[in-house]
């Protein structure tokens, strides 16, 4: 979501995973590592 704009927020996230939702930021901080390494692309 844009900072200049006004988002429709649910509870949705929080009731069925039992914690707060996490900004983008967060998830990158948190998967960084799958971006960092040189893994090549898998087909099945």
């Known amino acids: 979501m844009r900072n200049d ?4 927020r649910t509870d949705t996230i929080e009731r ?5 939702p996490r900004n983008f930021t ?7 590592d799958a971006f960092r390494t040189n ?5 099945p």
């Open 16 to 20: 069925l995973l039992g914690r707060r």
């Open 5 to 8: 704009t006004t988002g429709f």
């Open 26 to 32: 967060d998830w990158c901080i948190r998967n960084i």
């Open 39 to 43: 893994q090549t692309a898998r087909t």
